[in-house]
Antibody, heavy 122, light 106 residues
Framework: EVQLVESGGAVVQRGGSLSLSCAAS????????MHWVRQAPGKGLEWISL????????DFADSVKGRFTISRDNSRNSLYLHMSSLKIEDTARYFC???????????????WGQGTVVTVGS | EIVLTQSPATLSVSPGQRVTLSCRAS??????LAWYQQKPGQAPRLLIF???TRATGIPARFGGDGSGTEFTLTISSLQSEDFAVYYC?????????FGQGTKLEI
């Protein structure tokens, strides 16, 4: 069974930085593209970033481009999201998710963690 | 960026009813659309990918249809556990985007 466990959520000041982690188990981690998706309180889902299985390809939503970076450590089965210049509107629950097809980037998110909460205060 | 518009925003339904949810893309995405279900306090669950293919373990009462810019998710006979929010997502081009969701309520 695939398990994804996010951590690192916290209350941070506007303009601050924070790093999130996602620990994966139950899959051959280095074969899967990984994604971050967030959900502001009471709002819908927003896809924010992906990283390919080997780290060679990344992409970001316009709303976070230039402020967030994504990385992975396949030796540790871990995914990371590094967030800087945080804004009030970055307040959300952040989910990590796996892309369904190994060694491809298809955008079909079939395993999700429970998320970690980031609150950006003024 | 491709914009997805879901309708309606909220749908009041009853168990046993057949319901159809719509998702419209701002440009053609061929069949590159997924549907997710999200219940309160839970992570989303993948229901449908490639427009019409059910994900593993998804009951046959869930059906997806469409291509290009118009897509639908049909639940043939609503069960109590189906009351949730449903999101469409385009998997056609980066950045991937979600619709704003349709909430099914009693």
């Amino acid at each position: 069974e695939v398990q994804l466990v996010e951590s690192g959520g916290a209350v941070v000041q506007r303009g601050g930085s924070l790093s999130l982690s996602c620990a994966a188990s139950g899959l051959t981690f280095d074969e899967y593209t990984m994604h971050w998706v967030r959900q502001a309180p009471g709002k819908g889902l927003e896809w924010i970033s992906l990283i390919s299985w080997n780290g060679g390809s990344t992409d970001f939503a316009d709303s976070v481009k230039g402020r967030f970076t994504i990385s992975r450590d396949n030796s540790r089965n871990s995914l990371y999201l590094h967030m800087s210049s945080l804004k009030i509107e970055d307040t959300a629950r952040y989910f990590c998710a796996t892309d369904m097809t190994p060694l491809m980037i298809r955008g079909r998110l079939d395993n999700w963690g429970q998320g970690t909460v980031v609150t950006v205060g003024s | 960026e491709i914009v997805l518009t879901q309708s309606p925003a909220t749908l009041s339904v009853s168990p046993g009813q057949r319901v159809t949810l719509s998702c419209r893309a701002s440009q053609s995405i061929r069949s590159n659309l997924a549907w997710y279900q999200q219940k309160p306090g839970q992570a989303p669950r993948l229901l449908i990918f490639a427009g019409s293919t059910r994900a593993t373990g998804i009951p046959a009462r869930f059906g997806g249809d469409g291509s290009g810019t118009e897509f639908t998710l049909t639940i043939s006979s609503l069960q109590s556990e189906d009351f949730a929010v449903y999101y469409c997502q385009q998997c056609h081009s980066w950045p991937y985007t979600f619709g704003q969701g349709t909430k099914l309520e009693i």
